[in-house]
């Protein structure tokens, strides 16, 4: 963080003493304003419901140019890191700060590789959820659950611990998920294989029973991989902020993470792909494309309660780089599955021509978001749609694990304590006889 020649004055207009801030300068985007002696010398809090111009931290993870549409991983631009890398190499970027070479990459692989397994009791904690349980209902408990098995890597001031912990929480998480599916049907889980890719591994665990093999089809590995990719990490997010927050106690990794994953679930974050698919799947089961107009009319009415699920973006006021690289990749699966006249792929598209050119949407900047396409690429591998913002939770948790410990290396980090603006009774006595 480095300070900058300019200076912000706030002035009051009851003749109270101006005040002046620092601003310092980031290496790209906005400034800000350093407030923190605001309550100090003035007795005043900011006011910023949403957090719509508030940066609750410094961080030089990933970086979101919301205008342009562009996002950077440790400055690497989406697009180039999805045509080029696996998901492993976008961990290992994301934890360390630069992509591995071959010999990291090697032992990065075998590391994640080797921590694949879950605790066999897990299977008994798993039988105390309903066959009908929500996946991310199931998620959120097991992850919680991971703190109470590994008590040797939670000391969060040592670095290393640290370390242990995200290789743990990177590995397990799609076991864990694969888990919650099988459970679902009553399959019996299938157990990590470690001459698969961490992709083909999940997707073997998903797939494969005890009584037959699944075969990895490359296309439906690389589509899952560019997935896990473009959800790897998106700054400082409802859910990320939420495992920040939910960290800064002094609360052990599994448990931060948990909070994340519950924070996830909402249809306004994670929960989106799962709204958005629902909402092709009812409008095509109404009609389809010949009443998209009807819907759309129904999307712009504030009182229907209607959204455009898969649409708008609190930061993108331009297309979402991850939505065209998702559409890309739907296109791909679609042939590679002979799926190329899928209904709701056609339906999705129409509904983005029509969103594009309506002045409702343009003049709002509101453009397909990375959850658009990626609910028909998932259900055209086989993923069911309750499953989906799991499999969200399991490519963002290298994100949610690395802010977390970029927060506790932080020297400036403490506990965080929002404060309000308080609107209630004033102070009052209990009535002595009611
Ligand atoms: N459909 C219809 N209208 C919308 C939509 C939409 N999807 N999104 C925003 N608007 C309107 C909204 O009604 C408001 O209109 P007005 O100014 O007339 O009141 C204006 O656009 C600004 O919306 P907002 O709700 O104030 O914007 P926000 O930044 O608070 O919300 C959002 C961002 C993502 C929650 C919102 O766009 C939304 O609900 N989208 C649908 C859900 C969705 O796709 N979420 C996934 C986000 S990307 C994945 C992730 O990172 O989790």
Same mark, same amino acid.
């Given at each position: 963080m480095q300070l900058s020649d300019k200076k912000a004055?706030?002035?009051?207009?009851?003749?109270?003493?101006?005040?002046?801030?620092?601003v310092y300068q980031g290496s790209v985007g906005p400034d800000v304003i350093d407030i923190r002696k605001l309550y100090g010398q003035s007795g005043m809090f900011t006011y910023d419901p949403g957090f719509m111009s508030t940066a609750a931290c410094e961080s030089g993870i990933t970086y979101i140019d919301g205008d342009k549409g562009q996002l950077l991983y440790r400055g690497y631009p989406i697009d180039q890191l999805a045509q080029n890398c696996d998901f492993l190499d976008i961990c290992y970027l994301i934890l360390n700060g630069d992509l591995p070479d071959g010999a990291q990459k090697t032992e990065f692989d075998s590391l994640v590789t080797n921590h694949t397994m879950v605790h066999e009791q897990m299977r008994i904690f798993m039988q105390g959820f309903r066959r009908d349980a929500h996946p991310m209902a199931v998620l959120t408990g097991l992850v919680g659950a991971l703190s109470a098995f590994y008590h040797d890597s939670t000391d969060i001031t040592n670095p290393h611990h640290r370390h242990v912990s995200a290789i743990r929480l990177i590995a397990k998480m799609p076991t864990l998920v694969a888990m919650a599916y099988k459970h679902s049907l009553g399959q019996p889980y299938i157990y990590p294989k470690n001459d698969l890719s961490y992709t083909g591994n999940f997707l073997h665990m998903m797939f494969a029973t005890p009584c037959e093999d699944y075969k990895v089809n490359e296309v439906v590995e690389r589509a899952l991989d560019r997935i896990f990719i473009l959800h790897a990490d998106h700054e400082q997010n409802a859910s990320? $902020?939420?495992?920040?927050?939910?960290?800064?106690?002094?609360?052990?990794?599994?448990?931060?993470?948990?909070?994340?994953?519950?924070?996830?679930w909402g249809p306004a974050h994670g929960g989106a792909n799962e709204a958005c698919l629902q909402m092709l799947e009812e409008l095509q089961a109404n009609g389809g494309v010949a009443k998209v107009g009807e819907f759309m009319e129904k999307v712009k009415d504030k009182t229907s309660g209607v959204r455009l699920m898969g649409f708008g973006h609190r930061v993108y006021k331009n297309y979402d780089p991850r939505a065209k690289l998702m559409q890309e990749t739907?296109?791909?699966?679609? $042939?590679?599955l002979g799926l190329e006249n899928d209904p709701l792929f056609k339906l999705a598209m129409e509904l983005e021509r029509i969103a594009l050119e309506d002045p409702y949407f343009v003049e709002r900047k509101l453009y397909p978001n990375v959850d658009f396409y990626s609910g028909i690429v998932q259900r055209a591998i086989g993923i069911p749609t309750s499953l989906f913002t799991a499999i969200f939770a399991l490519a963002r948790t290298v994100g949610w694990i690395a802010q977390w410990s970029e927060m506790l290396s932080d020297p400036d980090y403490k506990i965080g304590r929002p404060r309000q603006l308080y609107t209630g009774s004033q102070?009052?006595?209990v009535p002595t006889q009611r």
């Open positions: 004055t706030l002035s009051f207009s009851d003749g109270s003493a101006p005040i002046e801030f620092p990320t $902020s939420t495992v920040r927050l939910c960290g800064s106690s002094g609360t052990n990794p599994f448990a931060a993470i948990a909070a994340g994953v519950g924070c996830l739907c296109k791909e699966v679609l $042939s590679a102070v009052r006595d």
